[in-house]
């Protein structure tokens, strides 16, 4: 016996919502992470500079990293809620949302053909 997932679409959207501004503001902090690196490198002198970039170099890496797989998260649930909001209105269909499939060709008081 399988179990059944519920699907809430429009929080499903809302979630997807977030996911992609995250991930661009992700994009943008590493933007800011590399800018920050290069100016305390520039800025400092000696091994003290040196340290400062590689660390915002390495920073930049990660949170670069991290927008892209966001970014990804994002897509892949964007597919899945494509494919959910499809089968939702082929089932809709099914059940008679537009008058097809109901007993009487819509006069059948939301009754819906079963196959037996």
Do not use: K, N
């Not at 929080?11 to 290069?38: N, P």
């Not at 490198?41 to 930049?60: I, P, R, V």
């Not at 494919?83 to 009754?111: E, H, K, M, N, T």
């Amino acid at each position: 016996m399988s179990d059944l997932i519920d699907v809430h679409l429009d929080a499903l959207g809302a979630l997807l919502g977030e996911l992609t501004a995250l991930g661009a503001d992700l994009g943008e902090d590493a933007q800011l992470c590399a800018s920050a690196g290069r100016a305390l490198g520039t800025a400092l002198e000696g091994e003290a500079g040196e340290s400062a970039a590689a660390t915002g170099a390495a920073w930049t890496d990660l949170v670069t990293t991290l927008a892209a797989r966001t970014l990804a998260v994002a897509a892949t649930l964007a597919a899945a809620l494509e494919s959910y909001r499809a089968i939702d209105v082929g089932l809709a269909g099914q059940l008679g949302g537009d008058g097809a499939g109901q007993l009487g060709g819509g006069a059948g008081g939301g009754r819906v053909r079963v196959p037996r």
